[in-house]
């Protein structure tokens, strides 16, 4: 999968053999414990082998895996269902 961050938030999940893709953190909590957050024109190729960065100008970038610190997100879904079904409503 390619996914690029262009205005919006973009952040990457890293689990174990498996990557999720999210405009926000919260929706990662019970999944993952690490996340990588993507900077503007900066491009995520995930494969089932990896992933890698690139910026649109400059090429591969060091990838900064952060510890996901959020609470549980269950209390900011707001009575939806999903996080997804909630961002369409807002």
Request: hydrophobic share 40%.
């Amino acid at each position: 999968m390619i996914t690029a961050r262009f205005g919006s938030p973009l952040v990457i999940g890293v689990g174990r053999g498996e990557y999720f893709v999210s405009s926000d953190a919260s929706p990662l909590v019970g999944r993952t414990d690490r996340i990588v957050y993507l900077a503007d024109h900066q491009i995520a190729v995930l494969t089932p082998d990896g992933f890698s960065v690139l910026h649109r100008d400059q090429g591969k970038v060091c990838i900064d895996i952060q510890p996901l610190e959020t609470e549980s997100g269950e209390a900011s879904l707001e009575g939806f269902e999903h996080f997804m079904l909630k961002e369409i409503y807002e």
